[in-house]
């Protein structure tokens, strides 16, 4: 609950439309299993690649119209993110707050405070960050699946962050949050788009 109070006390100072809150998805070449269906007494089967590829989907959401940037970068750390972070402060039109988690590549010094505000959520609370919940509809939808290159797992990836931006679930997911306004969601579900993509493989 107080962190929760924390947020919202963050939210105070900015309209709706300059809330964003970010986190960043690993993928690659490498199947990720999860749990299948099998007659009793028989192992499940599924396809497995080994693959020592990934790739970085850095994903910014505003929560309250679904507007939002999107990019792969081969790396989490600082140089990675400070480039990402350029590309929103050079396309948002207004001062807005950039939440995300204490990872060591978000540093404060990489924004430029007349664009963007950086605040970081509590520690352990991945349940206050929209992302996760978004990333985990996303996870579901790569389990099982053998992708022969980087590219191909790329291309699949940005199929579905767009198929799920333009879903019903988008709508659902923000709901979910206790902590925000829910008169105000309301308003706005209509208005949702899918994030702007900006592709790349190195930076």
Not at 9 to 36: M, V, W
Not at 131 to 144: D, Q, S, T
Not at 171 to 193: A, D, G, V
Request: aromatic share 12%; hydrophobic share 35%.
């Amino acid at each position: 609950m107080r962190n929760s109070k924390k947020i919202c006390n963050l939210r105070s100072d900015f309209p709706d439309s300059a809330i964003f809150f970010h986190d960043e998805l690993r993928a690659g070449t490498r199947t990720e299993l999860s749990r299948k269906w099998a007659p009793t007494g028989h192992r499940p089967i599924a396809p497995v690649k080994i693959g020592y590829e990934n790739t970085y989907l850095y994903l910014t959401i505003c929560p309250f119209n679904g507007k939002g940037f999107a990019t792969f970068l081969p790396k989490l750390d600082s140089a990675s993110f400070g480039w990402f972070i350029q590309k929103v402060e050079d396309t948002i039109a207004q001062k807005s707050l950039f939440i995300a988690d204490g990872a060591k590549a978000h540093k404060e010094e990489l924004f430029n405070e007349n664009k963007l505000v950086f605040k970081k959520l509590p520690p352990a609370c991945p349940e206050l960050n929209p992302i996760e919940r978004f990333f985990k509809e996303v996870r579901k939808h790569l389990k099982n699946r053998v992708f022969e290159s980087l590219k191909i797992a790329q291309t699949k990836i940005e199929e579905i962050v767009e198929k799920i931006s333009e879903s019903a679930y988008l709508e659902s997911y923000l709901r979910s949050f206790k902590y925000f306004n829910r008169q105000k969601l309301s308003n706005r579900t209509s208005e949702m788009r899918p994030p702007h993509t900006y592709l790349t493989d190195v930076i």
